[in-house]
């Protein structure tokens, strides 16, 4: 390829003639995402993909098989090239050309022709591999505590994309996609683009079965919770709950029958001091009309600071026995974690990208940004110290993936040079010693 040479000089120090170029050689700027690929060897992730994706090809002459362009899409997206177009530049990148083993990798257009070859039967594989990487983290901790986070979010359209609709919950034409997290790794457990105009999926319960089976098979006796906001209040969520012995604590929608029962609960005693917030908690049998049978709900009524009555009423509704109201809510309101793996999946791993018009390839865009996410997710928690363990996609890009280097090469040796001033030298070498020290 042809790069145009560029030279400028700088002004900024009158004491010396500064210049700029872009002549430098075999540079590159992403040296860290060596960490990547060894950490991907480690965990054994091309026999991964090998046994679960398997894509049809009709291409009768091909430089790049298709696992090999996946993983070129999963290696920009962790980098944070999020544009289609970067395979453009990246393609001649010899870093990337190193990590993913190829002389040459992918432009935009085979990146494209991938994109549309895919099936829904391939983006199931696709999400099927990200659900994979989730498993390896949970055989290695061997936890028998999991808490399956439930919501839903918004991928905004922005033309003509299939079954795209407008969403009067969010107020703009996008596809609502599902989503659900383990709520302490924060690793994803599923996540999809759903159909029609719910912003909730009309089939969380099939969904919530199919994950209660994956898991409740993992261990004899595993303690499993499911949050989920008032969305996901249905009785046959509750249902199959109550049938498998898992506990959950779901909020429920404010109605004039439950605004009776708690304002008849509530206290307003004579020694209340109305310049400051309070809070009352109970914990009451209910029924509401579709259900058969009565749940307990718990119940919070809030007085702001300098009103004189309460005016702020949640409840949620739980099958936990034991516990008071109070603890319930706060067991609910540790699932606020979620909004942040959503958005940083959104953000960090460009999950809200909805650049086709094809549904099935904006499907696949979303699956993909799913593997990348748990990829990173797992690196995180397999080889980063304690102290990083928490750390988001970027600033791990900034200490980590980022990274300035030279490349050289004699005879078969490929020899990366880095900067011996760099701030986060310790921390890269740390992980990349874990990494290598990885048995799985």
């Not at 901790?141 to 003509?160: I, K, M, R, W």
Request: charged share 20%.
């Amino acid at each position: 390829m042809s790069f145009t040479l560029r030279q400028k000089p700088l002004t900024f120090n009158s004491q010396k003639n500064i210049s700029i170029a872009n002549a430098g050689g075999t540079l590159t700027n992403d040296v860290g995402m060596v960490l990547v690929a060894e950490f991907l060897k480690n965990i054994h992730f091309d026999s991964l993909l090998n046994q679960r994706v398997h894509i049809k090809d009709n291409r009768k002459f091909a430089y790049h098989s298709w696992h090999e362009v996946l993983k070129q899409w999963l290696y920009q997206l962790i980098a944070e090239y999020s544009r289609d177009r970067d395979a453009n530049k990246a393609q001649y990148d010899r870093l990337f050309q190193e990590a993913l083993q190829q002389e040459n990798l992918s432009s935009q257009s085979i990146l494209s022709t991938f994109l549309h070859t895919l099936t829904t039967e391939n983006v199931s594989q696709l999400a099927q591999v990200a659900k994979d990487l989730a498993d390896l983290w949970l055989d290695h901790d061997n936890t028998q505590h999991l808490v399956l986070d439930f919501d839903s979010t918004a991928c905004p359209t922005y033309g003509e994309q299939e079954e795209a609709e407008f969403i009067y919950h969010y107020g703009i034409h996008t596809y609502p996609p599902f989503v659900a997290f383990e709520g302490v790794t924060g690793l994803a457990l599923d996540v999809y683009h759903c159909h029609g105009k719910p912003y909730t999926s009309p089939h969380a319960e099939d969904y919530l079965e199919e994950m209660l089976d994956r898991y409740q098979q993992r261990s004899s006796d595993p303690l499993i919770m499911v949050r989920g906001d008032s969305g996901f209040a249905k009785p046959e969520i509750f249902a199959h709950c109550e049938n498998r012995q898992v506990r959950y604590v779901i909020k429920l929608k404010s109605n004039a029958r439950l605004l009776d029962l708690i304002q008849h609960q509530v206290l307003y005693q004579d020694d209340t001091d109305y310049t400051k917030t309070e809070q009352q908690y109970f914990l009451m049998d209910y029924r509401a009309n579709k259900w058969r049978q009565s749940r307990r709900v718990a119940m919070k009524a809030t007085r702001p600071a300098g009103s004189l009555f309460f005016t702020d009423f949640q409840f949620i509704v739980t099958n936990f026995e034991n516990l008071d109201p109070k603890t319930i809510f706060q067991l609910y309101q540790k699932r606020g974690n979620m909004e942040n793996f959503i958005k940083e999946m959104k953000g960090g791993f460009f999950a809200e990208k909805t650049d086709s018009t094809s549904f099935i390839a904006n499907q696949a865009r979303l699956a993909l940004s799913f593997m990348a996410y748990n990829m990173i997710h797992l690196m995180k928690y397999l080889t980063f110290p304690s102290t990083e363990k928490a750390t988001m996609i970027d600033t791990i890009r900034f200490k980590l993936f980022h990274l300035a280097g030279r490349m050289t090469e004699h005879a078969r040796q490929v020899q990366i040079h880095l900067s011996n001033t760099n701030v986060y030298d310790t921390l890269f070498w740390d992980v990349l010693a874990r990494i290598q020290r990885l048995n799985l």
